[in-house]
């Protein structure tokens, strides 16, 4: 038996010490006193080393027994102390909870399993108008417009299979006013572990959307109105420069010149803002051609030469290979080019090496345009793709643009089926890469009976130009694509004539068309059987309602396009 600690060990050997004198001294007395009572035990040969050692056993026996009394004491004092702190503790928290509950900024949302509201703080009264007590026990859904029911559904189920999904919600105030609403979910737990409902922190952000359109509309507006007096100064300017209006001077011919450049700069300036208003609300279009990027990249080597050469510096054109002739918007891809060779240009010092350059591989071709400048820290690499953003070097190397080339070129690059990065340290220089697939964009057949579904999956498709056909049926789909053969097939299980397991089916008899691949969707649950029956590839599926987020990804996965594969990354060095 272990002693806990040197104070218990002394404790301990102290009264059984004291108990085991006592016991001896009563043993001892005891003995006497029989003795003393029955005379013809002296008659007897009793020692009296029995009596003591039978009074020092019940010594030691009581002495052992009144230490374990003491520790049990100690314990239950410790025990008590504890659970008193704990009550103070619990107190406290719960307490804490009902301050963060009450008082806090956000509305605070807890649903039960079935979607009802179970509690409701007052930031909710606050937002919405209505009493809180009206609303327990009311379906969460109830209070969102209808367009966004589908995904606060599919956000709760996310929730209560262990998720943390944040989305965007659209309510309904006690006067019929629209709220917009930023969610974070979490999972509600029992004192097992077990998922038994939702917590929804739903922030107000229909201010900031506001501004947000309001922005994007004054931009819009204000571009249009700059266009028309820029536009007057440059044929003004020219006029001067030309000498339409009189003779003038060499300085006045600099000076002039340095107006006409900052023209320029402010129309690109217009430009990009207007772009980057279209981008918003995805209205870019692209006129796509068959066309060769290595031409491109000989013009803007061309164009830029002078330029380059008034830096002393050296401008290369590194084309690895020949490249196939693809699809892409020219004006676009240009203005793209001009971006990255303009930072280049800027942030490289004088007597520099710029490098325009381009590989195909694997069908994807592969541009870049890489200098010796001053670099970009990793921490920056992804933040100064965002709008108004600008390499922070502490170098002065001309003028500092709007932030917005970087942010242009990537989305035109996103909506050329490509992804754009780069590569970089700070003081060594930077790599901007592009990657476009050389393939037309792919074509997708959307099989669903369903009008309204049909129109909002061809929405959800629109900003990636892919090209979509449509069938609202088993028979139609099937001819369509026997006779167009897609890219892609996103087929509705339940559908009149023939259901979707049929359409699999007949897909899988033809060599024309087994190999074709599949995404299904449907509200119901699957015939796990009856797909494995008709096929070993794996199918992935979708439960309706669909996220424009999960139909992208889902078709993207299909199609091979989310691969973070850079297949310069090996080669250009």
């Known amino acids: 038996m272990g002693l806990i600690n040197k104070k218990a060990e002394f404790v301990v050997t102290k009264g059984v010490l004291e108990n085991s004198l006592v016991g001896t001294c009563m043993g001892l007395l005891v003995g006497l006193a029989i003795r003393g009572f029955f005379p013809r035990l002296n008659e007897i040969n009793l020692d009296w080393v029995i009596f003591i050692l039978i009074g020092l056993l019940i010594g030691i026996a009581s002495g052992f027994e ?14 008590e102390a504890e659970i008193r702190q704990s009550r103070v503790s619990l107190l406290t928290t719960e307490e804490r909870y009902k301050n963060l509950f009450n008082y806090a900024n956000d509305i605070i949302l807890i649903l039960e ?11 909710f009264e606050e937002i919405f108008g209505y009493s809180a007590n009206e609303w327990l026990g009311r379906s969460f859904y109830d209070l969102l417009t209808s367009n966004c029911r589908d995904e606060a559904i599919k956000n709760f189920w996310e ?25 974070a979910s979490s999972p509600v737990r029992d004192a097992e572990g077990e998922v038994i409902g939702a917590m929804i922190i739903a922030r107000d952000i229909s201010e900031s959307k506001n501004l947000e359109e309001l922005q994007n509309r004054f931009v819009s507006h204000a571009s249009h109105e700059l266009r028309t007096p820029l536009t007057a100064m440059r044929e003004f300017v020219s006029l001067l420069v030309d000498g339409v209006v009189g003779e003038i001077t060499e300085e006045q011919k600099q000076y002039l010149g340095r ?13 990009n ?8 609300e995805e209205k870019i279009t692209l006129d796509k051609r068959l ?16 330029a380059a050469a008034k830096k002393n510096q050296e401008l290369i054109l590194n084309l690895e290979g020949e490249l196939p002739r693809f699809h892409f918007d020219p004006d676009r891809m240009m203005q793209v080019l001009i971006n990255l060779l303009g930072n280049a240009m800027k942030y490289t010092p004088d007597g520099g090496k710029i490098e325009l350059g381009a590989r195909c591989e694997k069908g994807i071709v592969t541009a870049w345009v890489k200098d010796n400048g001053v670099g970009i820290d990793p921490e920056q690499h992804e933040r100064i793709f965002d709008r108004f953003q600008q390499i922070r070097d502490g170098h002065k190397f001309g003028r500092k643009g709007a932030g917005l080339g970087l942010a242009i070129s990537r989305e035109i690059i996103r909506l050329h089926r490509g992804r754009m990065w780069v590569e970089s340290q700070s003081g060594v220089g930077s790599c901007f890469y592009f990657s476009i697939p050389v393939s037309q964009a792919p074509k997708i057949l959307l099989v669903d009976d369903d009008p309204d579904l049909v129109e909002m999956y061809k929405d959800f498709l629109a900003p990636y130009h892919y090209r979509v056909e449509v069938a609202y049926n088993g028979e139609e789909a ?39 691949p599949l995404v299904i969707l449907t509200a119901y649950g699957l015939d796990q059987k009856r797909l494995n029956g008709l096929g070993h590839r794996l199918i992935p599926a979708l439960h309706k309602p669909v996220s424009m987020n999960e139909f992208i990804g889902a078709v993207r996965d299909s199609l091979g396009e989310n691969s973070e594969e850079n297949p310069a990354r090996s080669a250009i060095q």
């Open 66 to 79: 009144r230490d374990r009394k003491q520790v049990l004491m100690r314990r239950k004092a410790q025990l």
């Open 159 to 183: 929730t209560l299979k262990g998720g943390n999904p944040r989305f965007i919600l659209d309510a309904v105030q006690v006067r019929g006013g629209v709220v917009n609403l930023s969610c």
């Open 478 to 516: 099937l001819e369509k694509a026997r006779s167009q053969t897609p890219d892609l097939m996103v087929l509705d299980v339940v559908m009149p004539r023939m259901n979707g397991y049929e359409v699999i089916g007949r897909l899988q008899e033809s060599a024309q068309t087994c190999n074709i």
């Open 259 to 271: 107006v006409e450049s900052n023209i320029d700069r402010l129309s690109r300036i217009i430009d």
């Open 273 to 280: 803002l207007l772009l980057m208003a279209q981008a918003d």
């Open 291 to 306: 066309l060769d990027l290595s031409e491109l990249l000989r013009q803007v080597r061309g164009d830029y030469q002078a």
């Open 113 to 123: 399993s079935d979607g009802r509201f179970a509690e409701l703080n007052p930031k």
